[in-house]
């Protein structure tokens, strides 16, 4: 078998230091949860259990920030749709969200609203409301709808009963429920989502760095035979 090239074995032992560098916070991590499980298993106590309060902890921080980002994420690409700020717009989806409509709904209504020269607010919506209660008859509610909201009006049709008092205790709730985000909210979410993935990045470029000479070293070992 040839011999190793020496320097495709120092590329190697430093791709594995720099592997152990990026694990290092991990392993640290890992050995907390280790210590604790072993002074707490001299009493019986078992912390792969389900009711582990430290593994419940990390589950419910990692299930809030998935949340949040995912929920920025879709606030801002409506904000993209409606012209609104986060807020206004966290607002509007909070809301219709309440009633079972969906972003992907919202957007159309969004859009329908924009071609009219209105501004897709839950003000506005509050707006079309009554003078949707003003029309008379079914066939002319419906045409009013479809000119005003696209076919999301269909799926709005409950909310378009609501008295201006209800929309305002929507508003209220909305508020209150802490999901109305702030454009500086969002922005900071979206950039936590992207250093998570140049963090991915990173971590594939170290497995490349390492993968590399290893090939190289394997084809050589096998050539020689």
């Known amino acids: 078998m040839a011999e190793i090239n020496i320097e495709v074995k120092a590329q190697v032992e430093q791709a594995v230091r720099d592997l152990g560098r990026v694990n290092k916070s991990f392993d640290l991590m ?23 309060p430290l593994t419940l902890v990390a589950t419910t921080i990692k299930a809030s920030i998935d949340y949040t980002a995912k929920w920025a994420d879709e606030i801002d690409d409506l904000s993209r749709v409606t012209g609104q700020s986060a807020e206004q717009t966290s607002i509007l989806a909070t809301v219709l969200g309440d009633y079972g409509i969906g972003v992907s709904t919202v957007k159309i209504a969004a859009k329908a609203m924009r071609e009219e020269g209105l501004t897709p607010t839950l003000a506005t919506l509050r707006d079309l409301a009554a003078e949707y209660q003003s029309i008379d008859g079914a066939a002319a509610k419906n045409a009013w709808g479809v000119k005003k909201l696209g076919r999301s009006y269909f799926d709005l049709s409950e909310i378009l009963s609501k008295s201006p008092a209800e929309f305002d205790q929507l508003a209220a709730a909305a508020q209150r429920s802490g999901k109305v985000m702030s454009g500086e909210a969002v922005d900071a979410a979206q950039a936590y989502t992207l250093q998570l993935a140049q963090m991915g990045d990173k971590l594939d470029g170290l497995k490349i760095k390492l993968g590399v000479p290893l090939i190289e070293t394997v084809s050589a070992a096998v050539t020689s035979f």
């Open 30 to 52: 890992g050995k907390a949860n280790q210590d604790a499980a072993g002074a707490l298993g001299v009493f019986g106590v078992s912390l792969t259990s389900i009711s582990n």
